[in-house]
Protein backbone atom coordinates (compact mmCIF):
# COMPACT_ATOMS: atom_id res chain seq x y z
CA UNK A 1 0.00 0.00 0.00
CA UNK A 2 1.22 3.86 -1.16
CA UNK A 3 2.48 5.76 1.82
CA UNK A 4 -0.24 8.39 2.82
CA UNK A 5 -0.02 11.11 5.88
CA UNK A 6 -3.03 12.09 7.53
CA UNK A 7 -2.24 15.85 6.54
CA UNK A 8 -1.23 15.46 3.27
CA UNK A 9 -4.05 13.82 2.26
CA UNK A 10 -6.42 16.29 3.81
CA UNK A 11 -4.78 19.07 2.12
CA UNK A 12 -4.99 17.22 -1.38
CA UNK A 13 -8.46 16.75 -0.72
CA UNK A 14 -8.88 20.40 0.04
CA UNK A 15 -6.89 21.62 -3.28
CA UNK A 16 -9.08 19.29 -5.27
CA UNK A 17 -12.27 20.57 -3.26
CA UNK A 18 -11.17 24.33 -3.84
CA UNK A 19 -10.40 23.74 -7.41
CA UNK A 20 -13.48 22.95 -8.80
CA UNK A 21 -15.98 25.65 -6.43
CA UNK A 22 -16.76 28.32 -7.53
CA UNK A 23 -15.53 31.09 -5.30
CA UNK A 24 -12.37 31.63 -4.22
CA UNK A 25 -10.88 30.54 -0.69
CA UNK A 26 -9.14 33.00 1.47
CA UNK A 27 -5.98 30.35 2.86
CA UNK A 28 -2.84 31.52 0.93
CA UNK A 29 -1.67 28.08 0.65
CA UNK A 30 -5.01 26.77 -1.15
CA UNK A 31 -5.07 26.88 -4.93
CA UNK A 32 -6.53 29.92 -6.31
CA UNK A 33 -9.96 30.06 -8.37
CA UNK A 34 -9.18 31.53 -11.35
CA UNK A 35 -10.71 34.82 -11.95
CA UNK A 36 -13.58 34.80 -14.72
CA UNK A 37 -13.13 35.52 -18.19
CA UNK A 38 -15.28 39.08 -18.78
CA UNK A 39 -17.73 39.14 -21.78
CA UNK A 40 -16.58 38.93 -24.95
CA UNK A 41 -16.43 42.44 -26.33
CA UNK A 42 -14.88 43.49 -29.54
CA UNK A 43 -11.69 46.21 -30.34
CA UNK A 44 -12.69 49.33 -31.60
CA UNK A 45 -13.18 49.91 -35.24
CA UNK A 46 -9.39 50.77 -36.97
CA UNK A 47 -7.79 49.89 -33.48
CA UNK A 48 -4.28 48.34 -34.17
CA UNK A 49 -3.08 45.23 -32.01
CA UNK A 50 1.08 45.08 -31.07
CA UNK A 51 3.89 42.93 -30.80
CA UNK A 52 5.05 41.73 -27.65
CA UNK A 53 8.14 44.35 -27.80
CA UNK A 54 5.24 46.94 -27.00
CA UNK A 55 4.95 46.67 -23.53
CA UNK A 56 2.89 49.71 -22.12
CA UNK A 57 0.68 50.02 -25.40
CA UNK A 58 -2.98 48.74 -25.53
CA UNK A 59 -4.27 46.25 -27.63
CA UNK A 60 -7.80 45.49 -26.66
CA UNK A 61 -10.01 46.44 -24.20
CA UNK A 62 -9.97 45.31 -20.33
CA UNK A 63 -12.83 45.36 -17.75
CA UNK A 64 -12.70 48.84 -16.91
CA UNK A 65 -12.55 49.79 -20.59
CA UNK A 66 -8.95 50.51 -20.95
CA UNK A 67 -6.90 48.57 -23.49
CA UNK A 68 -4.63 45.81 -22.37
CA UNK A 69 -1.23 46.47 -22.12
CA UNK A 70 1.42 44.49 -24.60
CA UNK A 71 3.20 42.88 -21.53
CA UNK A 72 0.12 41.44 -20.24
CA UNK A 73 -0.78 40.00 -23.69
CA UNK A 74 2.63 38.08 -23.54
CA UNK A 75 2.22 37.21 -19.96
CA UNK A 76 -1.05 35.60 -20.86
CA UNK A 77 0.42 33.98 -23.88
CA UNK A 78 3.56 32.75 -22.03
CA UNK A 79 0.99 30.85 -19.26
CA UNK A 80 -0.90 29.45 -21.41
CA UNK A 81 1.82 27.15 -23.07
CA UNK A 82 2.90 26.96 -19.79
CA UNK A 83 -0.51 25.50 -18.27
CA UNK A 84 -0.80 23.58 -21.60
CA UNK A 85 2.51 22.01 -20.83
CA UNK A 86 1.29 21.39 -17.06
CA UNK A 87 -1.90 19.53 -18.41
CA UNK A 88 0.66 16.99 -20.56
CA UNK A 89 2.96 16.56 -17.52
CA UNK A 90 -0.07 15.14 -15.54
CA UNK A 91 -2.65 13.52 -18.00
CA UNK A 92 0.49 11.86 -18.99
CA UNK A 93 1.43 10.11 -15.61
CA UNK A 94 -2.21 9.95 -14.21
CA UNK A 95 -2.79 6.35 -14.67
CA UNK A 96 0.55 5.11 -13.65
CA UNK A 97 1.06 7.17 -10.52
CA UNK A 98 0.50 5.14 -6.89
CA UNK A 99 0.67 7.37 -4.27
CA UNK A 100 -3.08 8.34 -3.26
CA UNK A 101 -2.03 11.90 -1.96
CA UNK A 102 0.18 12.97 -5.49
CA UNK A 103 -2.87 11.39 -7.19
CA UNK A 104 -5.07 13.62 -5.64
CA UNK A 105 -2.86 17.03 -5.28
CA UNK A 106 -2.32 15.97 -9.69
CA UNK A 107 -5.72 16.14 -10.31
CA UNK A 108 -6.38 19.63 -8.50
CA UNK A 109 -3.85 20.98 -10.50
CA UNK A 110 -5.17 19.74 -13.50
CA UNK A 111 -8.53 20.99 -12.36
CA UNK A 112 -7.25 24.67 -11.66
CA UNK A 113 -4.91 25.15 -14.90
CA UNK A 114 -8.00 23.75 -16.87
CA UNK A 115 -9.79 26.62 -15.72
CA UNK A 116 -7.43 29.08 -15.84
CA UNK A 117 -6.42 28.24 -19.36
CA UNK A 118 -10.12 28.90 -20.39
CA UNK A 119 -9.82 32.26 -18.54
CA UNK A 120 -6.94 33.41 -19.91
CA UNK A 121 -7.60 32.40 -23.97
CA UNK A 122 -11.13 33.87 -23.39
CA UNK A 123 -9.18 37.53 -22.68
CA UNK A 124 -6.85 36.95 -24.99
CA UNK A 125 -9.81 36.53 -27.63
CA UNK A 126 -10.97 40.11 -26.74
CA UNK A 127 -7.36 41.74 -26.49
CA UNK A 128 -7.37 42.45 -30.02
CA UNK A 129 -5.98 41.21 -33.38
CA UNK A 130 -3.36 38.65 -33.10
CA UNK A 131 -3.17 38.51 -29.35
CA UNK A 132 -4.42 34.68 -29.24
CA UNK A 133 -1.72 34.31 -31.28
CA UNK A 134 0.55 35.10 -28.76
CA UNK A 135 0.59 31.58 -27.06
CA UNK A 136 4.14 30.41 -25.91
CA UNK A 137 4.39 26.46 -27.00
CA UNK A 138 6.94 24.36 -24.92
CA UNK A 139 7.29 22.42 -27.51
CA UNK A 140 11.44 21.88 -28.46
CA UNK A 141 12.22 23.57 -24.92
CA UNK A 142 14.23 22.45 -22.60
CA UNK A 143 11.33 20.87 -20.39
CA UNK A 144 10.52 18.36 -23.31
CA UNK A 145 13.73 16.11 -21.73
CA UNK A 146 12.14 15.99 -18.39
CA UNK A 147 8.33 15.46 -20.42
CA UNK A 148 10.92 12.17 -21.62
CA UNK A 149 11.98 11.51 -18.73
CA UNK A 150 8.63 11.45 -17.43
CA UNK A 151 7.36 9.02 -19.84
CA UNK A 152 9.97 6.55 -19.98
CA UNK A 153 10.11 6.03 -16.17
CA UNK A 154 9.73 2.53 -14.83
CA UNK A 155 6.30 2.24 -12.78
CA UNK A 156 8.32 1.96 -9.57
CA UNK A 157 9.98 5.65 -10.44
CA UNK A 158 7.24 7.55 -11.89
CA UNK A 159 5.99 9.21 -8.79
CA UNK A 160 9.11 10.67 -7.53
CA UNK A 161 10.07 11.93 -11.15
CA UNK A 162 6.66 13.51 -11.44
CA UNK A 163 7.68 15.36 -8.20
CA UNK A 164 10.29 16.62 -9.34
CA UNK A 165 9.49 17.41 -12.47
CA UNK A 166 6.16 19.48 -11.78
CA UNK A 167 8.21 20.84 -8.80
CA UNK A 168 10.50 22.30 -11.42
CA UNK A 169 7.52 23.24 -13.71
CA UNK A 170 5.46 25.03 -11.42
CA UNK A 171 8.85 26.71 -10.01
CA UNK A 172 9.38 28.62 -13.46
CA UNK A 173 5.71 29.29 -13.62
CA UNK A 174 5.69 31.04 -9.93
CA UNK A 175 8.67 33.03 -10.83
CA UNK A 176 7.28 34.57 -13.59
CA UNK A 177 4.11 35.28 -11.97
CA UNK A 178 5.58 37.03 -9.35
CA UNK A 179 7.62 39.04 -11.94
CA UNK A 180 4.41 40.10 -12.92
CA UNK A 181 2.67 41.08 -10.73
CA UNK A 182 5.55 44.12 -10.61
CA UNK A 183 5.42 45.03 -14.40
CA UNK A 184 1.62 44.29 -15.38
CA UNK A 185 -0.68 46.92 -16.08
CA UNK A 186 -4.37 45.34 -15.98
CA UNK A 187 -5.68 44.55 -12.52
CA UNK A 188 -7.61 41.50 -13.85
CA UNK A 189 -4.17 39.67 -15.21
CA UNK A 190 -2.22 41.21 -12.45
CA UNK A 191 -4.42 39.29 -9.71
CA UNK A 192 -4.01 36.27 -11.35
CA UNK A 193 -0.55 36.54 -11.79
CA UNK A 194 -0.63 37.28 -7.47
CA UNK A 195 -2.95 33.82 -7.38
CA UNK A 196 -0.74 31.86 -9.65
CA UNK A 197 2.22 32.82 -7.84
CA UNK A 198 0.32 31.70 -4.44
CA UNK A 199 -0.81 28.31 -5.80
CA UNK A 200 2.31 27.22 -7.59
CA UNK A 201 4.14 27.85 -4.63
CA UNK A 202 1.90 25.90 -2.41
CA UNK A 203 1.91 22.87 -4.92
CA UNK A 204 5.85 22.85 -4.78
CA UNK A 205 5.52 22.58 -1.09
CA UNK A 206 2.53 20.18 -0.88
CA UNK A 207 4.61 18.07 -3.85
CA UNK A 208 7.57 17.53 -1.31
CA UNK A 209 5.07 16.62 1.39
CA UNK A 210 3.98 13.52 -0.55
CA UNK A 211 7.52 12.04 -1.03
Given at each position: ???????ASL??????????????????????????????????????GVG????????????????????????????????????????????????????????????????????????????????????????????????????????????????????????????????????????????????????????????????
Amino acid sequence: MPRRTPLASLVAALLLSGACAGSPTSSPSALPQPAPASPASSAPAGSAGVGPAAGSAGVGPSADGDAMSGIDVVFLGTMVGHSERTLQIVRLARDRVRDEALRTLAAAIEATEADELTTMRGWLSTAGPGASATAHHHDGHGDDAALDRLRTAPDADVDRVLREVLADHQRSAADLARSHVDVGRDDRVRDLARRIEQSRTAEIELLRGTQ
